[in-house]
């Protein structure tokens, strides 16, 4: 059982499609990430959101749209999507202070296929 | 930039032997954090161990542990008796002690380890 849980797992859509990922963590945690993991890169990070707000978009396209309601929800709103946005998307969180803190806990991931 | 290198691509170990993962990084900060995370096929990201740079004790987590050589930013995992379900991918990771919840992990491009029966 994780504290951080990711819906839906898998989706297939289609390139005119619009839909979303869900993310909810049940840690307390005041810091939510999603991160982009794809065959042949490594873990890139996208959006993280402090508190509700977002602190960082690492130039991601605007086809993305993240979205945080509380510090307990995180969003991924997709939309006109591409075939190479086919990947597992990770959705992650953090604490408030010290070690455990800053360790970030990830959730099980939705497999992303574009088509 | 901080950098995190894994120059293992894939290991293999045979099943209740002991293996170590190495793990450099490149950082000219003094306060950060290292991690292993362990990804099986599920995909799910997995905490395996966590170590903070300020602490020279290895950290330790039953099979598990770390041998932190922070002068040669080396930060290898070692399991031991190891079991099937060991099987997976496995990252390490730095994170900056700067910026408290904000700040972002930098992953290695991981190690594929097998377990053989």
């Known amino acids: 059982e994780t504290g951080v849980t990711q819906t839906p797992r898998h989706l297939v859509m289609g390139m005119t499609n619009k839909k979303s990922l869900k993310c909810e963590q049940h840690?307390?945690?005041?810091?939510m990430y999603w991160y982009k993991q794809s065959a042949k890169k490594p873990l890139e990070l996208m959006f993280v959101?402090?508190?509700?707000?977002?602190?960082e978009n690492n130039s991601v396209p605007s086809r993305f749209s993240p979205e945080c309601p509380n510090s307990s929800h995180l969003f991924l709103h997709l939309h006109t999507l591409q075939p190479e946005d086919s990947a597992l998307y990770l959705c992650?969180?953090?604490?408030?202070?010290?070690?455990?803190?800053?360790?970030?806990?990830f959730g099980e991931g939705s497999w992303l296929t574009v088509v | 930039a901080q950098t995190v290198t894994q120059s293992q691509p894939e290991m293999s170990v045979q099943e209740a032997e002991t293996v170590t993962l190495s793990c450099t990084y490149d950082?000219?900060?003094?306060?950060?954090?290292l991690f292993w995370y362990k990804q099986p096929p599920s995909r799910q990201m997995i905490l395996v161990i966590r170590?903070?740079?300020?602490?020279?004790q290895n950290a330790t987590e039953n099979r598990f542990s770390v041998n932190f050589q922070k002068a040669a930013k080396s930060f290898s995992l070692k399991i031991s008796d190891s079991q099937l379900g060991d099987a997976a991918m496995y990252f390490c990771?730095?994170?900056?002690?700067?910026?408290?919840?904000?700040?972002?992990?930098?992953f290695g491009k991981g190690t594929k380890l097998s377990v053989k029966p």
């Open positions: 840690l307390g945690h005041n810091a």
């Open positions: 170590q903070e740079a300020y602490k020279q």
């Open positions: 992650a969180s953090s604490g408030w202070e010290g070690a455990s803190g800053n360790t970030i806990y």
């Open positions: 950082t000219s900060e003094s306060d950060y954090y």
């Open positions: 959101y402090s508190l509700e707000e977002r602190v």
């Open positions: 990771a730095y994170r900056s002690g700067i910026g408290g919840s904000q700040g972002n992990l930098i």
